[in-house]
């Protein structure tokens, strides 16, 4: 049977489908930050919203997750401001 098949042609096209490119990197920046503010703000279900956009449920949630951390990072207080981050010598020469 192999060496039947051995040396014969038969023309068989594979169609490979391309991949597809997720919704989510075909976004500008300023869509990605104001689904990340309607994400945090759940002014409807993250299901919903994944589906307006055509993103993941997952993508939704790290969004969320990323923009909570600036908001918790921008409004951290601000004891680490008294912190000396590092010292200057000063020499006579330094003054003059």
Known sequence: MVTQIIGTFTPQQTHFSPKKTPAASRLEPIEIK????????RTE???HLAQDYGVSRKFL???AAKA???LDEAFAS????QKVLFYLPVT???IR
Do not use: E, R
């Open 68 to 70: 909570s951390d600036a």
């Open 92 to 94: 006579k020469d330094w």
């Open 45 to 47: 279900p993250l299901s």
């Open 34 to 41: 104001n689904l990340s503010l309607q994400a945090l703000a």
């Open 61 to 63: 949630y790290q969004q």
């Open 78 to 81: 601000s004891v680490d401001d």
